[in-house]
């Protein structure tokens, strides 16, 4: 149905006004790492599963959440051919995979933060897309607010998931062009390292 003013909404009559403005809105964004999309035709579930959920969070489901709604990021993103679309992807693959296995009753709990349900190369996804958030928290220009969460969580998502993700055989393409954002974001990454580790006084 058309709205008043703005993009055309459908209607549902479980939906507020203000809620169907905010879904307009989603449609509408111009930079989301992670598909808000995908959230949507999920009914707004997380994936239940928690490292995977504050992963997904802090690179943001929509433009006005988490990395997505810097604009140090964006600039950084767009600058680099390709990236924003492998981002996606790979934020795609890791919440699809949280959500089979919260469908499929996979989870012994609600705080299941093992990797037992999923495949290598689910594995590897999560594992790419930790890297892309060690790196875009290392971007030059980010409020302090969001740098320190996404420094924090980096903490907790190494504390659960530190040496126990491995690769796995994506199909070639593919593998080459995640391996392209990979390289990216571990050389942003260490490169943040050593711009911590000098500046801290001696």
Not at 12 to 32: N, T
Not at 61 to 90: N, T
Not at 178 to 183: G, L, N, Q
């Amino acid at each position: 149905m058309p709205a008043r003013d703005g993009p055309e909404r459908r209607y549902d009559p479980g939906m507020s006004e203000e809620f169907q403005d905010i879904l307009a809105g989603m449609r509408e964004e111009k930079f989301s790492l992670i598909p808000s999309e995908i959230y949507e035709k999920d009914h707004f579930q997380g994936t239940d599963v928690p490292f995977l959920d504050l992963l997904l969070v802090q690179l943001g489901y929509g433009p006005s959440y988490g990395l997505s709604a810097e604009q140090a990021v964006r600039d950084f993103v767009h600058g680099q051919p390709g990236m924003y679309e492998q981002i996606r992807e790979a934020g795609t693959a890791v919440y699809r995979a949280g959500a089979r296995a919260r469908d499929h009753g996979l989870l012994r709990s609600s705080f299941d933060d093992s990797l037992h349900p999923y495949s290598a190369d689910e594995i590897w996804c999560m594992d790419l897309a930790i890297d892309v958030l060690a790196m875009l928290a290392a971007v030059p220009g980010l409020s302090g607010g969001t740098r320190f969460s996404a420094l924090d969580a980096l903490r907790d998502l190494y504390m659960t998931c530190g040496g126990r993700t491995s690769s796995g055989s994506c199909a070639p393409a593919s593998r080459c062009a995640r391996s392209t954002c990979r390289s990216r974001a571990t050389s942003a990454r260490r490169n943040g390292s050593a711009r911590t580790s000098s500046s801290r006084p001696g």
